[in-house]
């Protein structure tokens, strides 16, 4: 059973970054009104390819959870920021030909983080856990396949446990 962990910037490096402003260094900007959280994430596009920005309102999944299958987006990042401050969780493996089941990590995110998913990184689709939580959602549009799903056996299907 996996259970999901507090959502760190530390323990999300190998899949990618964790936009949020506590603890995070800032300079002000705006005459002294504004701090700027600078560069907390950056995008990944490949050639020719533009950075697009979206909603998405999504509805919880019923927990336990199986784990079917994580997606992959080959030619760009993701980035998910929650628009009503909702908590919710992601599921992550590394990057590479298919997802290793013995690799998935599980991270509960406040409401006040945001992960951006690095080019490659396997992850579960948004598991919001409030009804018609909204993120807002920066990704890739160009040509060409961005989305590759990978669909575990029976056997190797990992259980996300509730965590709440
Ligand atoms: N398909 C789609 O745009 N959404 C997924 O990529 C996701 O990570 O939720
Ligand atoms: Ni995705």
Not at 79 to 99: I, T
Request: with cysteine.
């Amino acid at each position: 059973m996996l259970k999901p962990e507090p959502l760190t910037k530390e323990a999300f490096t190998p899949f990618g970054d964790v936009i949020e402003a506590e603890n995070r260094e800032y300079f002000m900007i705006n005459n002294g009104s504004t701090r700027r959280y600078h560069k907390l994430a950056t995008t990944q596009v490949d050639e020719g390819s533009g950075v697009i920005i979206n909603i998405f309102q999504a509805t919880p999944l019923s927990y336990p959870l199986h784990i079917m299958m994580l997606e992959r987006h080959p030619r760009g990042s993701q980035a998910f920021m929650p628009l009503l401050g909702n908590d919710y969780l992601v599921v992550v493996a590394p990057p590479g030909e298919a997802p290793d089941p013995g690799s998935i990590r599980a991270f509960h995110v406040k409401g006040s983080q945001g992960v951006n998913y690095h080019q490659g990184v396997w992850h579960h689709p948004v598991l919001a856990l409030t009804p018609n939580d909204q993120f807002l959602v920066v990704d890739r549009e160009g040509a060409g396949n961005n989305c590759d799903e990978f669909f575990f056996s029976e056997q190797i299907r990992v259980i996300l446990a509730p965590n709440f």
